[in-house]
């Protein structure tokens, strides 16, 4: 076990004075050197005497009974443990059963239940907390916004396990978010839990395509800029300030844009560079020099991959990892928070010998972030 020391150093706040007259504030900042916070040191959190893990993926916290919701991937499942390592449930297992699920894409929760995404059948499962018993199921297939040119095609595939973009999402009030995978004007419809369609939620930018070519992706990437098939790679994240917005958050571009479930757009902000989202940038242009010979189309970018947000709204956000990028370099995960406004605050960069999954469990009373190595069969806590 690791005894928790924090190495803090603070980067110099830049104030940037506007030289002529212009008609409005720009939602988009200059690069900035924002503190840095760096966690080089951290401790074991789940007792592996009490419970056995496989390889632990997602991690969700619950601040309000202090219980941490992990993703095993050999148990096909969300279990819940409490801080002293017991378990209080298991949800799901492997079959096509009620509740039972063929491919764990994601989970969500709130005070009364646990929702987990099958993007192997397209149901959502809904789950009681009280005992941890499936309750019923959405099946979404036929809710999915079919893409316009497959007009008659089955639903696309489930996007793979590592990637947050354009999947279904279930916010707090559980309400349901169905993607649209790029086919119509939005990026989602807002469901409730009978399939009634209750808003369109974020309109796709107009710069992006459903399809790139080779070559106009190759030299996209070789500028270091986003690919037209990129432009709305989006992920929503809950306001837990205010359960009935959500953010949305584009992993790409970056931009962050918050919206009510009823469709309304509040505000949008553009997130400004740092020299750790800049190298993933840098990673890709290397790439797409150097590998000529290599297939780049396919390859998505991503800056960001998975959000977390606390009881006053803010939001912190964790950066891609090149974990599943082929021959780019691995990078640390950092974590970037932004105040209820989207304004960047805090970056913080956590130290560690091993890869790091992005799928955090953010314990914000206790200050504490749990994450779990990639690979690994282990859950670790950082004091922040």
């Keep these: 076990m690791y005894r928790i020391n924090k190495h803090a150093f603070?980067?110099?706040?830049v104030l940037a004075l506007f030289v002529g007259c212009t008609s409005g504030k720009t939602d988009k900042a200059d690069q900035t050197r924002i503190q840095v916070t760096e966690l080089n040191t951290y401790k074991d959190y789940v007792d592996s005497d009490k419970v056995l893990l496989g390889m632990p993926v997602r991690l969700k916290y619950d601040g309000n009974d202090q219980h941490l919701f992990i993703q095993d991937l050999p148990k096909w499942g969300i279990t819940e443990?409490?801080?002293?390592?017991?378990?209080?449930?298991?949800?799901?297992?492997?079959?096509?059963?009620?509740?039972?699920?063929?491919?764990?894409?994601?989970?969500?929760?709130?005070?009364?239940?646990?929702?987990?995404?099958?993007?192997?059948?397209?149901?959502?499962?809904?789950?009681?907390?009280?005992?941890?018993?499936?309750?019923?199921?959405?099946?979404?297939?036929?809710?999915?916004?079919?893409?316009?040119?497959?007009?008659?095609g089955p639903p696309p595939p489930p996007m793979p396990l590592n990637d947050n973009n354009n999947q279904p999402f279930v916010t707090l009030n559980e309400t349901v978010l169905i993607p649209s995978h790029f086919g119509e004007a939005y990026l989602y419809k807002a469901v409730n839990w009978q399939g009634e369609k209750i808003a369109d939620i974020a309109a796709i930018p107009e710069s992006c395509t459903i399809s790139e070519d080779e070559d106009a992706a190759r030299s996209a990437l070789k500028n270091k800029e986003v690919p037209a098939k990129d432009q709305c790679l989006a992920f929503p994240v809950n306001d837990r300030?205010?359960?009935?917005?959500?953010?949305?958050?584009?992993?790409?571009i970056p931009k962050i844009e918050k919206y009510d479930l009823s469709g309304e757009k509040l505000w949008e902000r553009e997130i400004p560079d740092t020299p750790e989202v800049?190298?993933?940038?840098?990673?890709?242009?290397?790439?797409?020099?150097?590998?000529?010979?290599?297939?780049?189309?396919?390859?998505?970018?991503?800056?960001?991959?998975?959000?977390?947000?606390?009881?006053?709204?803010?939001?912190?956000?964790?950066?891609?990892?090149?974990?599943?990028?082929?021959?780019?370099?691995?990078?640390?995960?950092?974590?970037?928070?932004?105040?209820?406004?989207?304004?960047?605050?805090?970056?913080?960069?956590?130290?560690?010998?091993?890869?790091?999954n992005p799928y955090v469990g953010m314990d914000f009373e206790r200050e504490r972030i749990l994450v779990s190595p990639h690979m690994g069969a282990e859950v670790r806590e950082y004091e922040y």
């Design 10 to 13: 603070f980067g110099t706040m």
């Design 278 to 356: 800049d190298t993933l940038a840098i990673d890709l242009a290397t790439v797409a020099k150097e590998h000529p010979d290599r297939r780049l189309s396919a390859m998505n970018v991503r800056k960001y991959v998975a959000g977390r947000s606390n009881e006053d709204g803010e939001l912190l956000l964790m950066t891609y990892t090149n974990l599943v990028t082929r021959f780019a370099p691995r990078r640390p995960l950092w974590i970037h928070k932004f105040d209820a406004e989207g304004e960047l605050v805090e970056r913080m960069k956590l130290g560690s010998g091993e890869d790091l």
């Design 81 to 152: 443990v409490d801080d002293s390592s017991t378990v209080v449930h298991q949800y799901g297992q492997r079959g096509r059963g009620p509740g039972e699920i063929q491919m764990l894409n994601d989970f969500f929760f709130n005070d009364n239940h646990l929702f987990i995404i099958d993007g192997g059948q397209y149901f959502v499962h809904k789950y009681s907390r009280e005992d941890g018993k499936h309750i019923s199921s959405l099946d979404y297939a036929e809710l999915r916004t079919k893409r316009k040119t497959v007009p008659d």
């Design 241 to 252: 300030a205010n359960p009935d917005e959500i953010y949305i958050i584009y992993s790409a």
